[in-house]
């Protein structure tokens, strides 16, 4: 069964500050990963995916993640956060092997300090 | 592109009522999906649809929940009787493409149950 562990629930930094959230994935086979973005009352918003290739991907609001598969792990990185950034953030889990099927982790809350 | 459209935004009912959610998909979007996604917690597949066809729905709970998409456009998600537990946000997802495309997320309906 495919799953994802996003160990930190929360996590606060100060603007300006770099960003890293933690993503520990479980897939029997290539995965294919992503990181989401929710605001209050707003869906989800895709930030990157990762399914081939070089292991390091860019995506929207300058961030970035990092796919180790010998740790199953997918991080997220922001060098630099703004206040906008608060939001949840979910890494989700799919490929062919599971269907099609995306699963999310349980997000990880940020908050950004002025 | 117009995204994915959902309605209503809010809905409270009592338990033991029934209630009904809408989702228009993406315009080509062929696999339709609604997640259940409880307060703190990540999104939970329901049900995924390929056209008006069901491809999963092993996590739907069946003796309450029900959902179909006729002619492969619109989906519509019922719950009858809701419980308290069923208080959540109902999202509803699509995509058009393999295991790699992104799922692109409606604003979701936030049900509570008193």
């Known amino acids: 069964a495919q799953s994802v562990t996003q160990p930190d629930i929360h996590i606060t930094v100060s603007e300006g500050a770099s960003l890293e959230l933690r993503c520990n994935y479980s897939y029997g086979a290539t995965p294919y990963l992503f990181w989401y973005v929710q605001s209050p009352g707003q869906g989800l918003q895709l930030l990157l995916k990762y399914f081939s290739g070089d292991t390091l991907v860019q995506g929207i609001k300058g961030f970035e993640a990092e796919f180790k598969r010998s740790q199953s792990s997918f991080n997220l990185r922001k060098p630099s956060v703004h206040w906008s950034d608060a939001a949840e953030y979910f890494c989700a889990v799919g490929g062919y092997g599971g269907g099609n099927k995306l699963t999310f982790g349980t997000g990880t809350q940020l908050k950004v300090e002025l | 592109e117009a995204g994915v459209a959902q309605s209503p935004r809010y809905k409270i009912i009592e338990k033991r009522q029934s209630v009904a959610f809408w989702c228009n998909p993406i315009s080509g979007h062929a696999t339709l999906y609604w997640y259940q996604q409880i307060l703190g917690q990540g999104p939970k597949l329901l049900i995924q649809?390929?056209?008006?066809?069901?491809?999963?729905d092993s996590q739907l709970p069946k003796d309450r929940f029900s959902a179909e998409r006729l002619k492969g456009v619109d989906s519509t998600l019922k719950i009858q009787p809701a419980k308290l537990e069923d208080s959540a946000v109902y999202l509803c997802a699509t995509k058009n493409g393999p295991g790699d495309s992104p799922l692109h997320f409606g604003n979701g309906t936030r049900l509570t149950v008193t």
């Open positions: 649809f390929q056209n008006n066809g069901v491809v999963d």
